[in-house]
């Protein structure tokens, strides 16, 4: 495993965001799901396709605090401009889990924009 420097981390701009729109993306070569992801503030709405069909349905994801990077610049996936890359860990089938802020604590709320330090 190669290491990096502190500094090259920071780089990397980790949010958290709130799923706001999910629709299927049957045009992708594997199954997908087009994503709404409000980061509030000067970030706003930005959008992506992940390939998420095993665990998550696009209703399901609606209301969801999901983590991801948001100074990549924009890809072409198929027909979609994608915005952000939406973070997650592969199951052990290899299917991704994505990841965010822990649901089950009351008391931890994370406002949408919050940084990952």
């Known amino acids: 495993m190669a290491e990096i420097a502190f500094e ?56 969801q605090q999901v983590m991801a990077v948001v100074n990549f610049p924009p890809r072409q996936i198929g027909t979609f401009m994608s915005e952000i890359l939406v973070l997650g860990l592969s199951d052990e089938n290899g299917e991704i889990v994505l990841i965010g802020p822990d649901g089950t604590r009351k008391d931890a709320v994370v406002p949408n924009g919050g940084r990952l330090h």
Do not use: C, M, N
Not at 20 to 29: C, I, K, S
Not at 33 to 41: A, H
């Open 8 to 63: 090259d981390f920071l780089k990397v701009d980790i949010r958290v965001g709130t799923v706001v729109q999910a629709e299927p993306y049957p045009e992708a070569r594997k199954p997908a799901i087009k994503l709404w992801v409000d980061f509030g503030g000067d970030i706003g709405v930005r959008k992506s396709s992940a390939q998420i069909t095993a665990h998550y349905t696009p209703e399901g994801l609606i209301g």
